[in-house]
């Protein structure tokens, strides 16, 4: 069997003809170049892969507004380097990771690598800084020895500005590799986001009623395109890296037909692959899919998520109400020869370990701002102030947090720096250990997880990835010394 195209070998750079056998592994699809045009029903591009060697990588990532093509109308979007979305990352466990960000838009903004175990220190993960238009700021991550692989991504993060930012398209992927390599045939980063935009190809600020509820676009592109293609034959095991970022629409990902075994969400991998019929992605989280070819077209589709309204008196719940095709993918020709299983691993569980601690956090919407127009979203019952420190952890502790949800709106809670295990979702504990950056808080309940908080001291923040919420105040900053 050979390949339907010349292929990219993951970062070695080199057009590569594939033959079939058991051995294969980790062969990246075709990369698209910044500024190619996302159309409708084209093959599915990838974002351009930027690979570290000999342990570091230096890149430049510029902001700037940049007119790209979706759904053959001229867009006035944001971008970094001149791409929707942004050039994926790809680093190994022990590399130094050196970002100099240049903002070249007319606003502040700054730069969040989401789900990293890195410190928030200084020129780190520190959402803090603030970078003016015009000026250029470096970044500096030591990803440690022992970070656990998977897909992560980076966004802004400058208080006030992250969803419409966001929302305009900046976002990109960071992927820190496998030590043990996963047999795969092909692997793609997918990148759910969804915008809206005029004829003229204006992208609309939210009004006051979308911030409250969360705005969630008319357009949900995959990789910046609608609706593309994928190719692929018979018997393949492709690897999707899926993120979703989207500033507040949930994901229900269906694709009838194939044989789906999820790795793992977020920062954590399951003891052995599971096998799914769906994908549920909060805004902010990922998956890492196994995906099996069968023979015959089928359609990735999003179905419609009830996260609830932003209040009764305003009517109405979210506005995702139909199913979305994001993908078609057409499988065909000669049957590709079976690889080997993928491996497994042995997560940590912190149930097993000492308690240091506990503590409870309220998430609430409700009561007039200033002048009456304005809904209050609170973190127990105060409006984030960066000045202000909501909650001292001891370091090396081990916590575990409930998180309470008094409103009639799920909330996605996300923890910068420290991953979470999730113990209890609404009313449903779970068993196996399963490691996540973003876990959801249903309407009017609660989520347990644990924390161990190791590794690096410093201020951060949590907040509901609902970027219109976080951006209107509900987002706490927390210290570890």
């Known amino acids: 069997m050979t390949r339907r195209s010349a292929l990219t070998l993951g970062g070695v750079g080199a057009a590569f003809v594939l033959a079939g056998g058991a051995g294969l592994v980790s062969v990246w699809s075709t990369r698209s170049e910044p500024g190619s045009s996302r159309t409708t029903g084209t093959e599915v591009l990838q974002p351009a892969l930027i690979r570290s060697t000999n342990g570091a990588l230096d890149v430049t990532l510029t902001a700037a507004a940049s007119a790209v093509v979706i759904g053959g109308t001229t867009v006035n979007a944001f971008t970094y380097n001149g791409s929707v979305p942004g050039p994926t990352l790809l680093v190994r466990p022990g590399d130094t990771l050196s970002v100099t960000m240049t903002n070249q838009l007319d606003d502040p903004t700054n730069l969040h690598t989401h789900g990293l175990h890195v410190s928030p220190k200084g020129s780190g993960d520190n ?8 000026a250029t700021a470096e970044y500096r991550y030591e990803i440690p020895l022992d ?8 966004h802004p ?19 820190v590799d496998d030590t043990a390599q996963i047999p795969a045939t092909v692997e793609r980063v997918l990148i759910v986001s969804d915008v809206t935009f005029d004829a003229f190809g204006t992208i609309p600020v939210a009004s006051q009623m979308d911030r409250m509820r969360g705005r969630e676009g008319t357009t949900v592109l995959l990789n910046g395109q609608v609706n593309p293609t994928i190719a692929a034959h018979p018997g393949e095991r492709e690897r999707w890296r899926i993120v979703n970022a989207c500033t507040s629409r949930y994901l229900d ?76 993918l057409n499988v065909a020709g000669a049957v590709a020869a079976p690889l080997a299983r993928a491996p497994g691993s042995d997560p940590r569980d912190l149930r097993s370990e000492s308690l240091d601690g506990e503590r409870t956090l309220t998430l609430a919407m409700g009561g007039a701002g200033m002048g009456g127009s304005m809904m209050r979203f609170t973190i127990d019952g105060r409006a984030f102030d960066p000045g202000r420190i909501d909650q001292s952890v001891a370091a090396g502790t081990i916590e575990e947090w409930t998180i309470v949800n008094t409103s009639s709106m799920d909330h996605p809670f996300h923890l910068h720096v420290w991953p979470m295990q999730v113990i209890e979702v609404g009313d449903q504990v779970v068993d196996e250990p399963t490691w ?11 989520s347990r997880v644990r924390i161990a908080f190791e590794d690096f001291t410093g201020t951060s923040v949590y907040h509901c990835h609902i970027l219109d919420h976080e951006d209107n105040g509900m987002m706490g900053v927390i210290s570890v010394g």
């Open 127 to 134: 959402v803090f800084r603030r970078i003016d238009a015009g």
């Open 253 to 328: 990902l269906r694709l009838d037909g194939q044989a789906l075994q999820l790795l793992g969400n977020d920062s954590g991998r399951f003891g052995s692959p599971r096998d799914v019929d769906s994908l549920s992605l909060m805004p902010g989280s990922r998956a890492d899919v196994l995906v099996t070819m069968a023979g015959g077209t089928s359609v990735l589709q999003a179905l419609p998520v009830d996260r609830g309204s932003s209040a009764g008196m305003m009517g109405g719940g979210t506005p995702s109400g139909s199913s979305i095709t994001l993908a078609t």
């Open 147 to 154: 970070h656990p692989p998977g897909v992560f991504w980076y």
């Open 157 to 175: 993060h400058h208080h006030g500005m992250a969803a419409q930012q966001v929302f305009a398209g900046l976002y990109g992927a960071i992927i």
């Open 436 to 446: 996540q950056d973003v876990v959801n808080v249903p309407a009017r309940s609660s």
